[in-house]
Antibody, heavy 117, light 110 residues
Framework: EVQLVQSGGDLIQPGGSLTLSCVAS????????LSWVRQVPGKGLEWVSV???????YYAGPVKGRFSISRDNSKNTVFLHMTSLSVGDTAVYYC???????????WGQGTLVTVSS | QSVLTQPPSASGTPGQRVTISCSGG????????VNWYQQIPGTAPKLLIH???RRPAGVPDRFSGSKSGTLASLAIRGLQSEDEADYYC???????????FGGGTKLTVL
């Protein structure tokens, strides 16, 4: 059984930085596509970033240059490093794994990031 | 405004058949596989249909997907109360180099 356990959500001031973590079990993070998807409460899904098994990374336009996805194979963990946060980044952030891209097979529980002064 | 267009709401009575559409363009639905997700409020989304028409293990065969050109559809037959949820379509967009989602359809079982 695949489990993705997330942590790191917090209340952060505009302009601040935050790193989210997603610890995987049942899969190895370097064998799957690992993505971050966010959702403003009450709104729809928005894809944020993906790391391919080979290490290539892609980002959505609104976060390009500010967010960075990485992984630690030894800890079987994927990270989302977020900088220059703004109110518009406030959302529940989900990590998700894919075998067949871009279908998200398994999802973490979500973690809330609130950007507010 | 979402790249993929879904109706904001749909409804049906128990036992009925309901379809949800997902309209896109040549750079997304027209050239890439479409996936469908079910999200019960307060929980993470769940993959319902992948590769346009395929159901993951454990998804009832009441759920089916189809695609023609730039229009994808999700059909639910034999509607049940537990099907009340938000449904999203998603795919890759070759122009944006990004995953795009529809705005979501809230399904109400009357």
């Amino acid at each position: 059984e695949v489990q993705l356990v997330q942590s790191g959500g917090d209340l952060i001031q505009p302009g601040g930085s935050l790193t989210l973590s997603c610890v995987a079990s049942g899969i190895t993070v370097n064998s799957k596509f690992l993505s971050w998807v966010r959702q403003v409460p009450g709104k729809g899904l928005e894809w944020v970033s993906v790391m391919h098994p080979g290490g290539n990374t892609y980002y959505a336009g609104p976060v390009k240059g500010r967010f960075s996805i990485s992984r630690d194979n030894s800890k079987n963990t994927v990270f989302l490093h977020m900088t220059s946060l703004s109110v518009g980044d406030t959302a529940v952030y989900y990590c998700a794994s894919s075998t067949g891209w871009p279908g998200f097979d398994d999802w973490g529980q979500g973690t809330l990031v609130t950007v507010s002064s | 405004q979402s790249v993929l267009t879904q109706p904001p709401s749909a409804s049906g009575t128990p036992g009925q058949r309901v379809t949800i559409s997902c309209s896109g363009g040549r750079s997304n639905v027209g050239s890439n596989i479409v996936n469908w997700y079910q999200q019960i409020p307060g929980t993470a989304p769940k993959l319902l249909i992948h590769s346009d028409t395929r159901r993951p293990a454990g998804v009832p065969d009441r759920f089916s997907g189809s695609k023609s050109g730039t229009l994808a559809s999700l059909a639910i037959r034999g509607l049940q109360s537990e099907d009340e949820a938000d449904y999203y379509c998603g795919t890759w967009d070759d122009t944006l180099d990004a995953v795009v989602f529809g705005g979501g359809t809230k399904l109400t079982v009357l």
